[in-house]
């Protein structure tokens, strides 16, 4: 047992497991480029309500969610919503073919690398972190379905109200 | 403690027949595949008039239709078959005591139209399908149904599929020039059952084993076959039940360098006729740009024989069964086949050729007597998808 | 005459499954993990794949069945020519397919 025991924490030192990112905490410092290749930092939205949606063109949940996303955008952009899109496409051309067939007005960035959903520790594909206008994660939203989003647009609502 | 999480696979059904690149869950998706069949003419040295006889012919169309509505997908499936040809009748010996056949004539001509619904939702913590069917020729008429679940659990990256299958069916065979004396109309029922898991052993590569069991019961004869006994003919007649099972093993493995994935398809079965069966396929899926797909394949089959087939017989077995249909028989098959794919905007379109032949030298064991119905087949497809 | 193994909704249904891979479909926080996993899994890195690092095993031509339609008609002709059948799919309504 303590052999065993040794044995998991080396591992654990060996790849340190990324925590998950909750309810409560500060995400991580997003930085990334978009297509047009100018970075975009979550830090230069503080102040507003983010939505960080980590999303690829092979999974068909977030193909689904892209439209819903940008509807919500559209009708709540000037109230102070941002919606970031985080593509984690290995390959650029997947994601471009799925953006054409699906266009979405906000911004999208790219980590083919997968760095950045290892350091928010996703727990699905998509998720989603609705984030404050403090800069603090209000709700975690792992997969999509569309039933989802009435619950999901009462969040986005209530960040909204909420002072900075 | 692994998380079980349902997927939307089961209900999705978003998966396009010909590869189109990202479908979303809540597209209806349509699907049309033609197909051309042509069985090879049975030669003049293998027919007992000395003349070659041409066999079946067969033109399939198959539609499916997938259409998402919220968290169930409805699914409707139809296919529409005209056949025509002759086929082995009966076997006997000729004068060398070399098995030959008795040809049907070119008499036999019907169509068959199936009709299958499938209906998928999720009940937590699986994803479940229920499917209907219905089949009818003029000659049999088939009710079946089913129910299948989906378990998914990402923490382990496993997959488990069980499903429970029932058909009903009614033969009413056709009295005719070749089959004066048949039956009026039996019946028999199919149950199937089966489970299995899929794993993910790496980012490329995924593994799937499965058990299968089948039972039938009833009419389970072909009733337009005969069987030759001593200078006369039978009806075929075989046992009234039949069990069977079939473990399978399949692979998925992505090679990056390539751009290709390699499929490796294995079964084993066994029944209680004593047939024990291999299937061995391997295809390799080559993906080229602008969304253009080869995939050549190539299939092994092997089978021994059911213990109550002969070729013909000298005299009547004591459980009185008889059967020399060619299906029953010991034999191996091999097959090639080739299969071309283009996907667009919203349309796909496929084509494809396989080669098929079945012969004794093939089987996995030495054939002494091959059965001379043995068939060696051509099949053309075409295919196109469509989503709104 | 012959049972016909019909499978082009049901066997997409399934194949699918890897289509659909890494895609959660509903909000779900991930478990804690567990306190003490055997040694030999831990060595083995069982540890499923990340599920952002699907994207290989979601390529349509990793599916079980790249194409239902064309593997449900495949599985039609094979099942009406020789005396084995069955795999990970059920079977449906007959066919005097001879």
Sequence with gaps: MVKAGMLAAALLLATPAALAVNVGEAPPPLVAQDAAGNWQRLQDYRGKVVYVDFWASWCGPCREAMPQYERIYQAWAARGLVVIGVNVDSDRADAARALKRRPVSFPVVYDPAGSWPERFALPAMPTGYLIGRDGIVRHVHAGFRSGDLPALEALIEKALGEKP | MAAIKNSKALAALTHAALALPGVAAAEVQTDYLYSFYQEKDTPGSQTSSGQSVERYQIHSHMFRAVMPMGENTLGANLTYETMSGASPWWVQPDTNGKPVNVMSGASIRDERVDLQGTWSLPIEPFQAAFSLGYSAEDDYEALNGGAELELRDDERGLTWTGGLGYSDDQLKPEHGTSSPNVIDSESKSTLTLYGGAAMVLNAATVVQANINYQRGDGFLSDPYKLAWIGGSTVADSRPDGRQSWALSGKLRHHLASSNAAIHVDYRYFHDDWEIDAHTLEVAWHQVLPDQWRITPALRWYSQSQAFFYAPYYQAARSDGFASSDYRLSPYGAVSARLDVSKALENLALGAGVEWYDADGSYALKSVDVANPGLVEYLSFQARITYRF | ?98
């Design chain 3, 1 to 98: 005459m012959r049972r016909m193994q019909r499978s082009a909704l049901l066997g997409a249904v399934l194949g699918a499954a890897l289509l659909q891979g890494g895609c959660a479909t509903r909000s779900q926080l991930p478990d804690p993990p567990p306190l003490m996993d055997p040694p030999e899994q831990a060595q083995q890195s069982q540890e499923a794949l990340k599920p952002w690092q699907r994207g290989t095993l979601a390529k349509s031509e990793m599916a079980w069945d790249p194409d239902p339609l064309l593997a449900d008609y495949r599985r039609h002709v094979q099942f009406s020519k020789e005396a084995a059948s069955g795999g990970a799919s059920l079977g449906g309504g007959g066919c005097g397919c001879n």
